[in-house]
């Protein structure tokens, strides 16, 4: 049986609820276990007994304003840094859900889980939705403020190995964010990352810009945590507002109920509401780690649920491994 | 009169249409003159005999894909440095448009006409409308790749100027391009910026994240040319994904003609196409020099002249002056 380990904390709907989506996952997936991280009651009452769930007690948890620093000193019963010791401890433990505080999910997976050889820092990647249905993986999108040029090479490996594992069949176009197409656009640091990309054993299609983030026009968008944050941030909130317009004009009309404009809406906040959507998956950790966003509901659990099955399902670390070797 | 220069190459729709929304412009206000800059021949079966109109013969021009150093060499010829000059010369001419190369026109303003004292390099602004009706002014959208603390301080300065010129009545909302709103968030750039900008006396309301460009949190958005550029580009494309979405459905279902649809298709695309709405504005130079874009047509052309006369008779310069020696 693979296990998932879940810290019930951090999400804005309450810990019911994510109890709940690990309760969905595990109707679906037969051979699926999950340990939670929590208090006991609150479990109890959401799961009765359930011989595949186990249950590691904790009230306490690391909230989003504490600085994530608190890691390291005085929480060890913390809901994160017990989810991720047993994460570590356990063979049978593939991965862990948290919709906790992003900054002490990243140093406490640093500590606590360590990083593969090769690796200064994990990154933070999120699988974005696309106006076709496909996926884009945007990888730092805000783990890493400061980067190196060899921080944005791991990234693109990294990044590279994540979409081969999700998509085997395809060979990833992997593309730099700058701010124009042609070699020799860009910042210091875009600028020397070029030169290194180019000589990796991947897809490289070389700069690409801020409108290319939503056109479908790479696989993995490599970029500094800092724009990768504001562009990812950026590209939901646009579309959210284009989804407000629809809504606003059709309801001044009276026509809200109108099937297509409902769907018009739909699709929209389909293809941009990425918070509402699911996690973001850390890259380069010894065991895989995905956070959840704040808002996570139900279907988040159950999509980072079967995000975690499909990565452990295509050796997503040994891929990792193996990247970071060349 | 007034008069305004016009560089009449660079942009996709061809000269015509640029002389033709000049002319518009000249209909709605009796005391604009109009320089034309480019092939007299065009220029004339265009305009026909005007006394409000003056025409500075030449065929070359610097395109796009040309390096813009060329305007220090050899090219005293070309639309752009020819326009360039006669603004600076002529003290009736109030400001110039050109939809050419943004980095010669850049480098040629820097040498043609002087940067305004305190100033190291004049900042591209974009005034980008909100689905509110609004106006955001980005400063700098990528005319500046690498920047200082200090050159942030100056786009927070002459951006807050612009947006006093244009609307004289509010005290601009000046924030920060960061990761997060917290003070203390951001990289090494935007950290220092923060403590210098709290000390300045406009309103600057702190850090704002990148889905806050097109949700009006602030007036003013300040930010390094490189974030500008892919966070402008990335709302854009954005915006015009949502409505592609809204017209593919709509075609699908044969409702394309539908006038709630056409009015949602309409406004998304009014709020978000900035490409096609106007021009940047060079903050920083001794005249005003607006850069339209590629696909300006009559209407951009309209609403970039009225640009420069809004902000002639706000006294933008002086108020840019003023600023610097704060």
């Known amino acids: 049986m693979k296990k998932v380990i879940i810290d019930i904390y951090g999400a804005d709907c309450g810990p019911e609820l994510i109890i709940k989506g690990a309760l969905k996952a595990m109707e679906i997936y037969d051979d699926l276990g999950v340990v939670f991280v929590g208090n006991k009651e609150v479990i109890k009452s959401v799961t009765g007994e359930n011989e595949r769930i186990e249950i590691i007690e904790t009230d306490d948890f690391i909230r989003n304003d504490e600085n994530p620093q608190v890691v390291f000193s005085g929480r060890e019963q913390s809901s994160l840094v017990l989810s991720l010791k047993n994460l570590k401890n356990n063979d049978d433990c593939i991965g862990m859900l948290s919709a906790g505080s992003t900054g002490a999910l ?26 076709n249905g496909k996926l884009v993986c945007l990888v730092d999108c805000g783990a890493n403020i400061a980067c190196t040029p060899h921080d944005l090479v791991r990234f693109a490996l990294m990044g590279n190995a994540f979409k081969e594992c999700v998509y085997p069949d395809i060979k990833p176009k992997v593309a ?45 968008v ?11 941030k950026c590209a939901e909130a646009s579309g959210l507002v284009a989804k ?3 809504d606003e004009m059709a309801k001044r009309e009276n026509r809200s109920d109108d099937p297509l404009i409902k769907a018009i809406s739909h699709y929209i906040n389909q293809t ?24 996570a509901v139900e279907d988040t659990v159950v999509s980072c649920i079967e995000q975690l ?3 452990e399902k295509a050796g997503f670390r040994e891929k990792i491994k193996k990247a970071m070797e060349k």
Chains 1, 2 share one sequence.
Request: with cysteine; proline share 3%.
């Open 272 to 295: 941009f509401n990425y918070n509402a959507r699911g996690g973001a998956t850390f890259l380069g950790t010894e065991k895989t780690v995905i956070k959840m966003h704040g808002c």
């Open 106 to 131: 990243l140093i406490g997976s640093i500590r606590h889980l360590g990083l593969i050889k090769g690796l200064r820092t994990p990154a933070l990647s999120s699988d974005l939705p696309l106006f």
């Open 309 to 311: 099955l499909r990565l």
């Open 176 to 220: 730099l964010l700058s701010v124009g197409k042609e070699e020799g656009k860009g910042n210091d640091l875009t600028k020397e990352a070029y030169n290194l990309l180019k000589e990796l054993p991947i897809n490289f299609i070389g700069n690409m810009e801020g409108s290319d983030l939503v056109t479908g026009y790479a696989d993995v």
């Open 222 to 232: 490599v970029s500094d945590g800092f724009s990768g944050n504001i562009i990812l």
């Open 244 to 246: 407000g317009i629809v």
